[in-house]
């Protein structure tokens, strides 16, 4: 299993990123997929989810301003991120489970200076 996240970097409060997850080596069309953060000094927290049917679930810190997204054909999910305010910044996860197994991409950073 692997989970490739990329498209972190910096950028100016307002502004917008998008990130994307190419996942391979299990059925990814039957996992919910998942973006968590890990911020400088605290510990990791949940970001958004998509079911391999397309429901999504925020957190309220990010409600309204982020999206995540999955193109099942292509084995990737994106969370595109805009209204970023400096307390987004952070190492940011892509997740899911196969069986009872936690798989964890890299983390790609995200920077949001104020």
């Known amino acids: 299993v692997q989970l490739q996240a990329s498209g972190g970097g910096f950028v100016q409060a307002g502004g917008s990123l998008r990130l994307s997850c190419a996942a391979s080596?299990?059925?990814?069309?039957?996992?919910?997929m998942n973006w968590f953060r890990e911020a400088p000094g605290k510990t990791r927290e949940f970001v958004a989810t998509?079911?391999?049917?397309?429901?999504?679930s925020y957190a309220d810190s990010v409600k309204g301003r982020f999206i995540i997204s999955r193109d099942n054909d292509k084995n990737t999910v994106d969370l595109l991120m805009t209204g970023l305010k400096p307390e987004d910044t952070a190492v940011y996860y892509c997740h899911t489970w196969t069986g009872a197994i936690a798989r964890w991409g890299q983390g790609t950073l995200v920077t949001v200076s104020s």
């Open positions: 998509i079911s391999g049917g397309g429901i999504t």
């Open positions: 080596a299990f059925a990814f069309r039957d996992n919910a």
